[in-house]
């Protein structure tokens, strides 16, 4: 048997850490680290993460509702009818909607009533207004019987009194919202949001909104990163663009990781004689570098850190490997400090298609394939965009991505692949 090749990092040297290890390592040193709490308005509750649970105050519906329009009945008195042999009821009063009902529906009789509206004491479902002919003001035919408890939804069907509404660390969803607002709560207990400190490091790094010179380039990894950090909910601060001499960019990593919950750095991160990555988190408190370089194409060259309870990221210069790193380490960072549920988290959004051509990979790392997707009337497929690392435009023209495993080789073409969609 051939001994597979160590897995090596830049230099060649042995070294590369399997992705799920390094997620692994980081979630390790994650689990104890949570944001303080506070209380906000439920109109602000939006994307905010639950912090305790949630148990309803009340029932909801808090009495029997009808669903449909139409008239609340006995059902008894329903059954058998239709279209050859119709019942006949006497309609003895109205169900007006935000009253509760006066009187009783009695044997033989019926209520007009309204979608939402309270269910009169006596009836027990409710015929739809289709299934009933007038005859006048006062009688209706019915042509079709129901049994008891249709078109009803019931005290406390929605939710009971004193049942869990939601659980502790759930991003809240504005249905989520909206049955809170059911059960009359009016103010939530949330997670505060993380705050995102970005540094992009490198002397030819220029402002976007300037022209470069020869030899420079305009800063893409700010916006791009700090746009990924929004999507996630936090609060990003910005520390600009600096320099690689040693003073400017290890103060400017100690303030930011004084002053914020998560630090993001780009283009420090690769083995070389003027990236200080690696320094600079060594320098910090403990417990320092937990992982440099992972077995990841793009994205390689990451460092992952904690400085006490603020976890660093040195994240590749070019943009593509930075934004592969963010998903794979930074984003499931931000969403364990900021109490997202770990043990039920949200599923992402996938599509099956099929590849279009022959991949190539190398046993040993995890290679993200980015793709654009065609719907051919049958399914959709999938158009490999190739491209190098620092290609952003790779990025902007892709639908989404899929993985070939550390111990592939590649993927055929007509092979289904799970495309990751970008939001």
Excluded: W
Aim: net charge negative; glycine share 10%.
């Amino acid at each position: 048997m051939i001994k597979p090749e160590p897995l090596r990092d830049m230099l060649g040297r042995e070294g590369l850490t399997p992705v799920s290890e390094a997620q692994a390592i980081l979630f390790e040193q994650l689990n104890s680290i949570r944001l303080a709490t506070e209380t906000v308005p439920l109109a602000e509750g939006l994307d905010r993460i639950t912090s305790e649970e949630i148990t309803a105050p009340e029932n909801l519906p808090p009495c029997d509702r009808s669903t449909m329009d139409g008239f609340a009945v006995v059902a008894a008195d329903t059954f058998g009818a239709s279209q050859s042999l119709p019942a006949y009821l006497n309609v003895t009063g109205e169900v007006f909607m935000g009253d509760k009902p006066e009187g009783m529906v009695s044997r033989g009789n019926c209520f007009k009533i309204p979608t939402g509206g309270i269910i009169p004491d006596g009836a027990d479902a409710v015929v739809m207004f289709e299934h009933t002919v007038p005859i006048d003001e006062k009688m209706i035919e019915l042509v079709k019987g129901v049994g008891s408890g249709s078109n009803i939804i019931r005290q406390g069907d929605d939710i009971c009194q004193g049942s869990l509404a939601l659980s502790a660390g759930r991003l809240l969803r504005p249905q989520d919202l909206g049955l809170l607002a059911g059960l009359g709560i009016s103010s939530i207990v949330v997670y505060r949001k993380i705050s995102v400190g970005i540094i992009s490091t490198g002397d030819e790094i220029v402002d976007y909104t300037k022209l470069p010179a020869p030899g420079e380039i305009r800063n893409i990894n700010t916006l791009t990163i700090a746009g990924q950090a929004k999507r996630c909910g936090a609060e990003v601060i910005d520390y600009g663009i600096v320099s690689d001499s040693e003073d400017h960019f290890f103060s400017t990593v100690a303030k930011a990781v004084i002053e914020t919950d998560l630090v993001i750095f780009s283009g420090g991160s690769s083995v070389g004689m003027r990236d200080l990555g690696e320094d600079a988190i060594k320098r910090l408190k403990p417990p320092g570098v937990l992982v440099h370089g992972v077995a990841l194409k793009p994205g390689k060259p990451v460092i992952i850190g904690l400085s006490d309870n603020t976890p660093i990221f040195g994240l590749p210069g070019h943009p593509v490997s930075a934004l592969n790193c963010f998903d794979f380490f930074v984003k499931p960072a931000i969403q364990a400090i900021s109490g997202l549920e770990q043990n039920k988290p949200m599923p992402n959004a996938t599509v099956s298609a099929r590849l279009m051509r022959n991949i190539n990979s190398a046993a040993g790392r995890l290679d993200i394939i980015r793709v654009q997707l065609e719907y051919d009337g049958q399914g959709y497929q999938a158009e490999p965009i190739l491209g190098k690392s620092g290609a952003i435009s790779t990025l902007s023209r892709a639908h989404g991505y899929f993985l070939i495993a550390e111990d592939s080789q590649g993927l055929e073409s007509g092979s289904l692949v799970e495309v990751h969609l970008y939001q």
